[in-house]
């Protein structure tokens, strides 16, 4: 049977690339599937966007932001820069614990369809709003279904309608 494994891990110590295998019977024995995986360094003064799509909206660009305040984050002199990196994730595959987000500042979703998203991934989310995460969306036509799901009690707003402007 096929199974969905996050496995979440702070390293304590520099490295990109880590093997990560699977054993059975008590971690005795040969491994049952093994993979490697790539990790990415992160600077405590970094932002880091994560988008859950397919696309990332041409966010792709951005490798660097000015100076400024970025809440949770240490101060950076005038010339320095922060460095931006960017993950993006399907909706089925996104985290469904709370520390899944644990390294992101912001999370864009451009267009939010919980039809194949579990309750826990949503559960998730939440998590990260109420504990100072931003989430930024853009709702247009599937309002309703944003509306009915328990992403909306993350948002701001109470979704009521659509109205055309030019």
Do not use: C
């Not at 970025?70 to 614990?97: A, C, I, K, N, Y």
């Not at 969306?137 to 659509?162: C, I, K, N």
């Amino acid at each position: 049977a096929r199974k969905r494994v996050f496995l979440y891990f702070e390293m304590e110590s520099w490295g990109n690339n880590w093997t990560v295998a699977l054993y059975g019977h008590g971690g005795r024995g040969a491994p049952l599937a093994a993979t490697t995986v790539r990790t990415t360094s992160v600077e405590a003064a970094d932002v880091v966007i994560g988008v859950v799509g397919d696309d990332p909206m041409g966010m792709s660009v951005m490798r660097e932001a000015w100076p400024g305040a970025v809440p949770g984050h240490p101060t950076v002199t005038d010339w320095q820069r922060r460095r931006v990196h960017l993950s993006v994730v399907s909706p089925e595959q996104m985290p469904d614990r709370w520390i899944g987000y644990n390294v992101l500042d912001v999370l864009v979703w451009p267009s939010p369809d919980t039809t194949y998203v579990a309750d826990e991934q949503i559960a998730a989310v939440r998590h990260f709003v109420a504990a100072g995460g931003t989430l930024v969306v853009a709702v247009t036509d599937g309002w309703q279904g944003v509306r009915d799901s328990g992403l909306a009690r993350a948002l701001p707003v109470e979704l009521v309608g659509s109205t055309q402007v030019e």
